[in-house]
C-alpha cells in the first residue's frame, strides 16, 4: 500500500515537471527538477543555478563528448535507427513521461534546463538537438509540423521516423551551406556574373528551383530570394556611356574645340568620367603574377596597359596644350587653368587625375620654363604644392593612402600605387612555406589589395557625359612625344648662352 502510494506521487510530480518545462515556466525551487529516486541535489550559488535557462543557437556547434558534431556523428548515434553503441547507454532507462522533458518552447525560442542537459545528455543525439534548435529557431511560434520532429528525436518512435527526420536535417545543413556560398560569391565577385551571362543565367535558374523545395524553410527561402533579387537588380553604372563608345563618337566628330573654350570644372568632370571608365573595367585576374612587367604584357594584362596609355596621353596633352603658346601670359594662363582642374577632380576623389597633371608639370620640358614660373601666382604655386605633397610617393604613398582610407566611393584611386604593392608582395613573399604548403598570408596580403580595387571600381559616379569636352581630352592628333615636347620648350624658352 505504501510502495503505491510513494509511486503514485513520484509519477505525478515526474509528470508535473515535465509540463512546466514544456510550456517554458521554470520551475520554483531546486527541488522541482528532480524526482523522489534522484540524489539529492547540488549546492546553489548565484553563479551556477540548475534550473537557469538558455538559447540554443544554430551559430553554437552541438558539443558531443567534447567534441564538435561532425557528420559521421550523424551516421552513429543510437537515436538515428542505427544499433545501440556507447553514445547512448541510458536511452531505455528513461521513463516516457519526460518526453519533451530537455527542451521547451518559449515564444518560438528553444529553453533547456542545464542540470536536465547534464544529467542525461546521452538521452538525446546530437542530430535530434540540432533538428529541435532548427525548428524553433527559424519561425518564431513553433508549428505542428515542427512539435513533430521534435517529438521524433525522443526516444520510443519508429526507426524509419527517425532516419526520415536525420535527411531532414542533413538537407537544411546542406541548403544553407549552398546559399551561403552563393551569398558571398555574388556579393564580393560580382564581375563575375557581369562578363559571363551564361553563369548568371545558370545560378538564377538553380535558385529558382531551390525556392520550389515544399520543404525550405523561411529564412532559406528569403536568402535565395535576396540572391536573386541581388543578381537581376540594375547597377546604376550599367547604363553609364562606354569608353569605346565615347572613343567612337569622338572620331565621327570630327575637330575638337580647343582648350580655352571649356571651363575647369568640364574639364575637371569629363576627365574623372574618363579615368573612372577606364579604371572600372579592369577584371582582377590581371592583378595576379605581375603580369603588366612580363614581356608579353599586352597580351596578358591589356586593360592594364590601357589605363597606362590613358594615363601617359593625358600627361601629354597637359604639357603640350601649355609648350604650344610662345606667349608667356598665355602660357601661364593655361598652366593655371590645368591646376585648377587638377584642384577640382581633388574634389571629386579623381586622385589619378591629380597625378597625372602634377606629373605633367613636373617633366623636364615644364619645369625648366623659368620665366613662365615666375609669372605664375603665389596661390597657384599653393596648391600646387599641396597636390603634390597629397600624391607624393614618399612614405609608400602615405598621404594618398590616408586621403583614400577616408574617402567614400566614387573614387579613382592611382593604380600605379596598387602595382606597386602587388610587385613587392610578389617579389618579397614566397607562395609556399618551407614545409612546402600554400603561404595563405601572402594570399591574404594580395586579397586585400584587390578587393579595395574592385570597392573603387564598383562604384560610378553619376556625371553626364559631355561630348565636346570628352572628344577634346581623348584627341591625340595634336599631341606630342616626349622629344618633341623638350624640343618646343627649347623654342620658347631657349637655354642662356654660355
Request: charged letters at 25%.
Amino acid at each position: 500500500m505504501i510502495t503505491c502510494i510513494y509511486s503514485s506521487l513520484e509519477l505525478f510530480f515526474a509528470s508535473s515537471q515535465s509540463n512546466k518545462l514544456l510550456y517554458g515556466e521554470p520551475p520554483k525551487s531546486p527541488r522541482a527538477s528532480r524526482k523522489f529516486s534522484s540524489p539529492p541535489p547540488l549546492s546553489i550559488t548565484k553563479t551556477s543555478s540548475p534550473n537557469r535557462r538558455r538559447k540554443l543557437s544554430l551559430n553554437i556547434p552541438i558539443i558531443t563528448g567534447g567534441k564538435a558534431l561532425e557528420p559521421s556523428a550523424l551516421l552513429q548515434c543510437p537515436g538515428l535507427g542505427s544499433p545501440p553503441t556507447d553514445c547512448n547507454r541510458e536511452k531505455n532507462t528513461l521513463p516516457a513521461s519526460r518526453e519533451f522533458s530537455l527542451f521547451s518552447f518559449n515564444n518560438g525560442m528553444v529553453v533547456s534546463s542545464c542540470r536536465e542537459l547534464d544529467n542525461n545528455r546521452s538521452a538525446l543525439s546530437a542530430a535530434s538537438a540540432f533538428a529541435i534548435a532548427t525548428a524553433g529557431a527559424n519561425d518564431g511560434t513553433p508549428t505542428k509540423e515542427k512539435y513533430r520532429r521534435m517529438s521524433l528525436a525522443s526516444t520510443g518512435f519508429p526507426t524509419d521516423q527517425r532516419n526520415g527526420d536525420k535527411e531532414f536535417v542533413i538537407r537544411r545543413a546542406a541548403t544553407n551551406r549552398v546559399l551561403n556560398v552563393l551569398r558571398h560569391w555574388v556579393s564580393k565577385h560580382a564581375q563575375d556574373f557581369e562578363v559571363n551571362t551564361e553563369l548568371k543565367l545558370r545560378v538564377i535558374s538553380f535558385l529558382e528551383e531551390v525556392m520550389h523545395d515544399p520543404e525550405l524553410l523561411t529564412q532559406e527561402r528569403k536568402a535565395a530570394a535576396n540572391i536573386i533579387r541581388t543578381l537581376t537588380q540594375e547597377d546604376p553604372g550599367d547604363h553609364q556611356i562606354s569608353l569605346e563608345e565615347i572613343t567612337r563618337m569622338g572620331l565621327e566628330g570630327g575637330k575638337s574645340e580647343p582648350f580655352e573654350s571649356h571651363s575647369a570644372l568640364e574639364i575637371a568632370e569629363q576627365l574623372t568620367l574618363l579615368d573612372h571608365l577606364v579604371f572600372k573595367v579592369i577584371p582582377y585576374e590581371e592583378f595576379f603574377g605581375q603580369g603588366w612587367m612580363k614581356n608579353d604584357k599586352n597580351e596578358r594584362t591589356p586593360y592594364i596597359m590601357k589605363t597606362t596609355k590613358h594615363f601617359n596621353d593625358i600627361s601629354n596633352l597637359i604639357a603640350t596644350e601649355i609648350l604650344k603658346w610662345d606667349d608667356v601670359n598665355l602660357r601661364v594662363g593655361v598652366l593655371e587653368k590645368w591646376v585648377a582642374v587638377a584642384d577640382i577632380c581633388r574634389c571629386l576623389h579623381n586622385y589619378n587625375a591629380v597625378l597625372e597633371i602634377t606629373s605633367s608639370l613636373n617633366r623636364s620640358s615644364i619645369f625648366r620654363l623659368k620665366k613662365t614660373w615666375l609669372k605664375v601666382s603665389k596661390q597657384t604655386k599653393t596648391v600646387i604644392d599641396k597636390l603634390q605633397k597629397l600624391v607624393s610617393s614618399e612614405g609608400r604613398f602615405k598621404n594618398l593612402r590616408d586621403a583614400l582610407k577616408n574617402c567614400d566611393p566614387p573614387c579613382v584611386p592611382y593604380l600605379g600605387m596598387y602595382l606597386t604593392d602587388l610587385a613587392f608582395i610578389e617579389e618579397g613573399t614566397p607562395n609556399y612555406t618551407e614545409d612546402q604548403l600554400v603561404n595563405f598570408s601572402k594570399m591574404r596580403m594580395i586579397s586585400h589589395i584587390i578587393r579595395e580595387i574592385r570597392q573603387f571600381q564598383q562604384t560610378a559616379y553619376k556625371i553626364d557625359y559631355q561630348p565636346k569636352a570628352s572628344q577634346y581630352l581623348l584627341d591625340s592628333s595634336s599631341v606630342l612625344d616626349e622629344e618633341s615636347l623638350y624640343e618646343a620648350s627649347l623654342r620658347i624658352e631657349p637655354k642662356p648662352s654660355s
